[in-house]
């Protein structure tokens, strides 16, 4: 079992930036990756990035290129989702959520534990 808890969400005016952070506990070395996946309001969930925590790259959705990054602390467990220029399109839930696979990074079904969400909304 993989623990995931995310933080750091909150009301931000568009074109200001917030960290998400996302603490792992448990059995976290069968974790691969780690993603970043949001769900806005009459949305499906959506693949914002992800970034492996055996050395891979992070990748991220074109609709966040350029504006968010996600770095890791091993040490400490976490991993971050740093967001700038938000825009009111990025209001969403967003959650964090391991995967023990390099495979279909950007497929929800592909990560088999999830953090309770951290809610984001960027006003006009």
């Known amino acids: 079992q993989v623990y995931l808890v995310e933080s750091g969400g909150g009301l931000v005016q568009a074109g200001g930036s917030l960290r998400l952070s996302c603490a792992a506990s448990g059995r976290t070395a069968s974790v691969y990756a780690m993603g970043w996946f949001r769900q806005g309001p009459g949305k499906e969930r959506e693949f914002v990035g992800r970034?492996?925590?055996?050395?891979?790259?992070?990748i991220y959705a074109d609709s966040v290129k350029g504006r968010f990054a996600i770095s890791r602390d091993n040490a400490k467990k976490t991993v971050y989702l740093q967001m700038h220029d938000l825009k009111p399109e990025d209001t969403a839930l967003y959650y964090c959520?391991?995967?023990?696979?390099?495979?279909?990074?950007?497929?929800?079904?592909?990560?088999?534990?999830w953090g309770q969400g951290t809610q984001v909304t960027v006003s006009s």
């Open positions: 959520a391991s995967t023990p696979t390099r495979l279909d990074y950007q497929e929800a079904g592909s990560y088999d534990y």
């Open positions: 970034i492996g925590l055996s050395g891979g790259f992070p």
